[in-house]
DNA sequence: GACTTACTGCGACTCAGTCTCATGTGTGGT
DNA sequence: ACCACACATGAGACTGAGTCGCAGTAAGTC
């Protein structure tokens, strides 16, 4: 299990703890192609046997986005939704409308439009958030 | 009031009643220059003598951003904002996250950065959302 | 194996956002 | 100027995501 073994890297790596939870919601971050709402993460596990309380799945999401395994993404309906991904360097998500599979892409370029949007507002920019909608490959093939 | 006037003629254009519960939205807005909650613009109905429901302020909100005079913004904090914004053409929001100010800018060469994940990742992109936090000019010279 | 303390589960709680439904009010027709 | 009708509103109940506090559990350390 790779994506388990980086968690558990990191984790440790961190200081924290290796609990029977996190390796539960780890687990089933693997068996995930697409991003997954914290419901999602709780239904899963009281599916696979494993006892995970609400108040649990979100802290363990949130230590999970700060090691950077794990990304907040804002679907356009305003649900929050998460999507795994590795920690290394920045990038950003493709999410496929239609069957929810979502994409890592790395940033690309970015950088410029950054650079001119700063010069024309003024503004020093910190941070920005690129999130892409669209249909995927297979799904388009399925049209036809 | 020009943006009032916008409102008015943007609802009339969509066979949509001006009614007081939009005319006392569309007067808060125009007195805020950066994002603002739901529970802001009730807030601010209230205090100023408006009694607009809780109901009304969501409605109110859904019409406008349909019809592109206020846009959703998600803020990295996971709060759902709004902000006023010209319903021409493409454009992007940069968010003060000293101040709370928000200035709209054109969308500047991102359709090169769209074409390169599309060919990247095999999906056709549909659309994107792009929020770019930082602090704005005066934000940073109150800094000195 | 015992100790420390981070982590967990539970359940109560909060708060944004939605729904329903009876009432009110713009608007277009006369 | 008036009327009628449908769109819009307000009130308040409701839902569901996310948080909090706390007592109990178990991971890591020695």
New interface residues.
């Given amino acids: 299990m790779p994506a388990n073994d980086a968690m558990t890297e990191a984790l440790r790596g961190a200081g924290l703890r290796i609990t029977a939870a996190r390796r539960a919601i780890a687990a089933l971050l693997e068996d995930r192609s697409g991003h997954f709402t914290a419901e999602d993460v709780l239904n899963d596990a009281a599916a696979a046997g494993h006892d995970v309380g609400r108040a649990t799945v979100f802290r363990s999401l949130e230590t999970l986005s700060r090691l950077g395994l794990v990304e907040?993404v804002?679907l356009?309906s305003?649900e929050?939704a998460y999507v795994a991904c590795r920690p290394d360097e920045h990038h950003?998500h493709?999410v496929?409308?239609r069957c929810g599979r979502s994409?890592e892409?790395?940033d690309?370029?970015?950088a410029?439009?950054?650079a001119?949007?700063?010069e024309?507002?003024?503004?020093?920019?910190?941070?920005?958030?690129?999130?892409?909608?669209?249909?995927?490959?297979d799904c388009?093939a399925q049209d036809r």
Same sequence: chains 1, 2.
């Fill in positions: 907040r804002d356009p305003g929050h950003h493709v496929c409308s994409v892409v790395a690309i370029g970015l410029p439009v950054l001119r949007v700063a024309a507002s003024g503004f020093r920019i910190d941070s920005h958030r690129l999130e892409l909608f669209g249909v995927c490959a388009r």
